[in-house]
């Protein structure tokens, strides 16, 4: 029976049942039937105690902060702002595609999200201008996986939490590898733009004086990110009233500065918000609850043995659990992933005496890749429901994407003193 319930997760899976609800189902089962001498109440009182943590009121604020952005002027202006400094180059609506996502990164913190707004917005844009939809698709993927690595993403948040470590250094840990998968990304569309001959969105580059334009009117969005860190840091609020602040300081910029954001917009967003909540609490209480059946079970200890069975060099272990990662990344929905595993890789890494804020950049690059990754690759379906790509024509043009996010995440694992110069800072 210890192996029952995980065998009942991937069958509920693969018949499309939302993986909340795989974890419940297997959970139930397991403490009903499996576990004679413990009472299935365990799990009801899991389920309420799980949702009864403080940090977690960060997650329903960002993802409320990441919907006003789109209608407060701010996405617009980030947008703006990444033309007139990309657009001339080759493929330019394609590095606008990469750049933004790196710009809102710090605010929408939600690959899905960035993914669905950037597919409606976007993507048109670039098909009318040349390039193939399933193109434009899969770098809208593609670009999207760079969100939830630059603070402050929502899995930064929830690895901090399961890992016991400062959230403002998970925060600004976050910049490097976020920065490296930019670069990656906007190098492999300009080698793709060159051998297909796609065109600038711009005859020329921005002269300064349009560029520091520009930079005034968006500067207030691309503040946000900082002062939500030095305000953490400093010790001006905790990470879950940076979210409350994010919030503030949105429609703030929104009502005051932009002058877009509308009575109107509240309801939409508002429903917007609570929606996304759900979908994602739901899950970190449903991996909760399955948390509880692999303690019960002894399957972190278990794992740990086995994989320190391999080798005790850490770099040979790094590079195990990275495979492990990408394998179950391809099948599991990147967030419910990193609430599974995380509890019980994180025993095993500290064990190895790595880094936990490393490991945890790790882990959220490589599951960010995961999310672009056939055949379940998140990211790849709200994309590709969005633009009416077929999967197998997206499937072709995402593999050099996903080629140069390996590159970067082989350097985030292997060259920790690169990813680790700004935490050690704080």
Known sequence: MSTFPIIIVMVLYFTSIPIAFALLAATLAYFTFGDAGTPPDLILQKFITSASSFPLLAVPFFIMAGEIMNYSGISSNLMKMADVLTGHLRGGLAQVNVLLSTLMGGISGSANADAAMQSKILVPQMTQRGYSAAFSTAITAASSAIAPVIPPGINLIIYALIAQVSVAKMF?????????????????????????NYQPSRDKRAPAKEIFKQLKESIWGLLLPFGIIFGIRFGIFTPTEAGAMAVLFCIIIGVFFYKELKWKHVPIILKNTVLATSSVMLIIIAASVFGQYMSWERIPHLLTKSILAISDSPWIILMVINVLLLVLGMFLEGGALLIIVAPLLVPLVKAMNIDLIHFGLIMIVNIMIGGITPPFGSMMFTTCSITGVRVGEFVLEIWPFIVALLLVLLVVTYMPGVVMFLPNIL
């Open 172 to 196: 600004i840990g976050g910049y490097t590898p976020g920065i490296l998968m930019c670069c990656a990304l906007m190098l492999t569309v300009h080698l793709i733009a060159a051998k297909r």
